[in-house]
């Protein structure tokens, strides 16, 4: 089981302002049209929770594998859309809520829980069950206090989340169950606070981010309650998990300014080991701005930057064994790829168009041939992952 490609794991249009309300539509192969996202009325802060979280579907579940699409909808409320894959369906609408301090769904797609703001200082989570198309607060509402980040358990009963008083004084990590029993912190505050990321694969490790320490990668131990950190130096990202050891890709770098792309390492999470596998000290040099593992964890799928001229170079994807780095493959008619996610029906990545849209792009198992399956209006999506029943 591979961690869910929340990480940032996607990241289309990093360090960049919203764009205004873009509209999702299907391929010209794909069985019909969405309805509208756009709620009828404004989303806003508010601890009223039909008001500020709104399904737009009476009932979804994912019969397959699906991909699941997060993008601003103006005013720092974000809309998700899903896309079901092999074969590709329409795509749906499911869901729009205000502004937030993160979200995740349930693995299998069932549950959405998200942090949403209810007031300046305060936020509290609520989920939504997508069968039912019903959503309640799940989490008391505590005045200048934010609940923050939520991760559900890999067995999907528990949710953990990060709190903070007045947004900045961290309060540690508590967990819950969904069924209202069971709340309680399990690690304590530590001054930078947590940006809860995921589980690791095992489910014996929270992946979290330092709030104010550069955003450095680590994973909390949950039976020791001790910390192995990436390297608390230097801001990085986890990108993706695979069961076999070592387990995690880290993106070193990559955001905000200058070239795009950073470095990619692979990281022993047990034992803290690391090893570069692509980056600008590469020969040649190179970054990278994406990457997944391949579903049976042998291979990385990667959207290369190449940095062996001054010029800035359009990605571009490859895919290598992490054993051999430096025998990358490049995948042909992949110019422009973004974000790119590997799931059993073959990679899907993201391209800008020239008129600054977006497009979701599927490849055969074989790579041999490409369908575009999507299109975003606006270039700014902020989030692609993929889940499954």
Known sequence: MRIPAAAALAILAACTAPAAVPSLSPSPSSAASPSSASPATPIVVTGDLARSLRPLVPAWRPDRQTLIVARSTGAGATTLDAIALDPVGPATPLVTFGPSAGWQLRSD???????????????????????????????????????????????????????????????????????GSGKGPIHGPDGNGRELIAFTPDGAALVWSAVRAGGSTAVLD??????????????????????????????????????????LFLWDDLDNSRRPLVGIDSAPPAAIGGADWSPDGRLVVATLYDRSTPADSSGRLVYFDPADPGGRTAISGTAGAQAVVWPRSGIVYTRMTADRSTEFVQLARDLGASTVIARVAEPIVARILVVAP
Request: net charge positive; with cysteine; charged share 20%.
């Open 222 to 263: 949950l039976a020791t309650g001790r910390d192995r950190v990436f390297d608390d130096t230097t801001a990085s990202t986890a990108l993706s998990f695979r069961a076999p050891r070592p387990r995690a890709l880290v993106l070193v770098g990559g955001c905000c300014a200058g070239r795009p792309g950073g470095s």
């Open 109 to 179: 797609g069932s549950l959405l829980a998200v942090a949403l703001q209810t007031a300046a200082d305060s936020g509290r989570i609520a989920m939504l069950d997508l069968r039912a198309g019903t959503a309640r607060w799940v989490t008391d509402d505590e005045p200048g206090v934010w609940h923050r980040w939520p991760v559900w358990s890999p067995d999907g009963s528990l949710i953990f989340y990060s709190a903070a008083k007045a947004g900045t004084t961290d309060l540690g990590i508590v967990r819950f169950s969904i069924n």
